[in-house]
């Protein structure tokens, strides 16, 4: 079975500052994808960033960024520029590339960011 | 494109009531995913509809159930509701396509707002 460990339940970040949100994962499985959540209060969950495992480099979206390190089973997230609209509950998922099987989430991390 | 609806938004129930959750994909999604998030299990996979068919199923109890219908439109049961139900149920849709669809264009899931039980 596969397993997401976020081992920081809350962070805070100053506006425009940097900041990395780490996700740990186990699995026997050789492809998969990896995503970023971000679940504003709101509650709406968006898809902030994704991953193939097959490719070595590391996904970018804009101030988004992930350091994908496939043997270590690491998979962190590193906002640029911190944002007020940052400020979420932030999901790392992982999901066999097969198809039909369900995203394993991890637990979640609490980012607050600060004016 | 409209982006994936889930009806109601908000219920309480009772213990031992049941409830019906409905959810409808982004069009041209055929697959629909139940997740329940609480905060002590976090978000953890109920079960997934293909084309009708339920293809995966989490580990929870036959209380839950749920059907998909011919236009992929999904729909979710709880009986004998327990004070541990409550949780924000939510909804992701996708294209999907099984195996032969690998891709990640296929499977990547989009949510929908969720709908947040309370049972009293």
């Known amino acids: 079975a596969q397993t997401v460990t976020q081992s920081q339940p809350e962070m805070s970040v100053q506006e425009a500052e940097t900041v990395t949100l780490s996700c740990t994962y186990d699995?026997?499985?050789?492809?998969?994808?990896l995503f970023w959540y971000k679940q504003p209060p709101s509650r709406q969950m968006i898809l902030v960033i994704r991953?193939?495992?097959?490719?070595?480099q590391n996904a970018t979206e804009n101030r988004f960024s992930v350091n994908f390190q496939k043997a270590a089973k690491s998979f962190s997230l590193k906002i640029s520029d911190s944002q007020l609209g940052d400020t979420a509950m932030y999901f790392c998922?992982?999901?066999?590339?097969?198809?039909?099987?369900?995203?394993?989430f991890g637990k979640g991390t609490r980012l607050s960011v600060i004016a | 494109k409209a982006g994936v609806t889930q009806t109601p938004r908000y219920l309480i129930k009772t213990r031992g009531q049941q409830v019906t959750l409905s959810c409808s994909p982004i069009?041209?999604?055929?697959?629909v995913s139940w997740y329940q998030q609480t905060p002590g299990q976090g978000l953890q996979f109920l079960f997934e509809?293909?084309?009708?068919?339920?293809?995966n199923k989490g580990n929870f109890p036959g209380r839950f159930s749920g059907r998909q219908f011919s236009n992929s439109r999904s729909e979710m049961n709880v009986s004998t509701l327990e004070l541990g139900d409550s949780a924000l149920y939510l909804c992701?849709?996708?294209?999907?396509?099984?195996?032969?669809?690998?891709?990640?264009?296929?499977?990547?899931?989009?949510f929908g707002p969720g709908t947040r039980l309370t049972v009293l």
């Open positions: 699995t026997s499985e050789n492809n998969y994808y």
């Open positions: 991953q193939e495992a097959y490719k070595q």
């Open positions: 509809y293909f084309s009708e068919t339920q293809r």
């Open positions: 992701a849709s996708s294209q999907g396509g099984g195996a032969r669809f690998a891709g990640v264009a296929y499977n990547e899931q989009f």
């Open positions: 998922a992982f999901m066999i590339i097969s198809g039909n099987t369900p995203l394993v």
């Open positions: 069009s041209g999604h055929r697959s």
